[in-house]
Structures are given as structure tokens and as C-alpha cells.
């Protein structure tokens, strides 16, 4: 089991930034992936952004250019910095692992961008 905990939603002005974070503890070796998704109110959960073991990262269209990803593997945290927010990126964002068989999920963390 891997247990996660995501942290730094908050609420912002369209233009501001904020930086998420998701600490991962339990059986943590293994992951192949970690990744941040977001579901917006009456919405499918979509994939914003992605980074593999190696580093390689993918981004949503969406947030190409304005949002990074980043692992920190000494402390098992992957972080995910979001610029230049619209209100369209209004969501609860998920950190997500996958280590080839089974998905993590956390408990989500909101991030509302006023206009």
C-alpha cells in the first residue's frame, strides 16, 4: 500500500501561482509513475501531468508552459508548480502513483482561480 497526501490548494487570483504538493510513505518502492489529476465539478478526472521514474515528464495541453512537474526523491514528494492560473483550472487536483499493477490515489486538494 502506498498512501498519499497532497497539500497547497488553496484559493487564487486568475495570474497567481501556487505549487502542490503530495508526500508518499508505505510501500513506495516500485512506482513507475507519479502523476497530478484534476476533476473539475461535473467533469471527468483528467491527467494534467506525469513524470516516470526516469524523469520524463507529460503535460496536458492545457497547462503546457504554465505548469511543472517535479519529484524530490529524498523525500518521496512530487510537487507541482502552477503558473499564470485561469479560472478554467479551477478543480480538487490527485496525485496519483501507479507501480505497474495498482493505482494510488490521495485524498485530493481543491484549487479554486477567481476571475
Known amino acids: 500500500q502506498v498512501q498519499l497526501v497532497e497539500s497547497g490548494g488553496d484559493l487564487v487570483q486568475a495570474g497567481g501561482s501556487l505549487r502542490l504538493s503530495c508526500a508518499a510513505s508505505?510501500?513506495?518502492?516500485?512506482?513507475?509513475?507519479w502523476g497530478w489529476y484534476r476533476q473539475a465539478p461535473g467533469k471527468q478526472r483528467e491527467s494534467v501531468a506525469t513524470?516516470?521514474?526516469?524523469?520524463?515528464?507529460n503535460y496536458a495541453d492545457s497547462v503546457k508552459g504554465r505548469f511543472t512537474i517535479s519529484r524530490d526523491n529524498a523525500k518521496n514528494t512530487v510537487y507541482l508548480q502552477m503558473n499564470s492560473l485561469k479560472p478554467e483550472d479551477t478543480a480538487v487536483y490527485y496525485c496519483?502513483?501507479?507501480?505497474?499493477?495498482?493505482?494510488?490515489w490521495g485524498q485530493g486538494t481543491q484549487v479554486t482561480v477567481s476571475s
Open positions: 513524470i516516470t521514474g526516469g524523469s520524463r515528464t
Open positions: 496519483n502513483v501507479w507501480k505497474g499493477t495498482n493505482d494510488y
Open positions: 508505505g510501500s513506495i518502492f516500485g512506482i513507475v509513475r
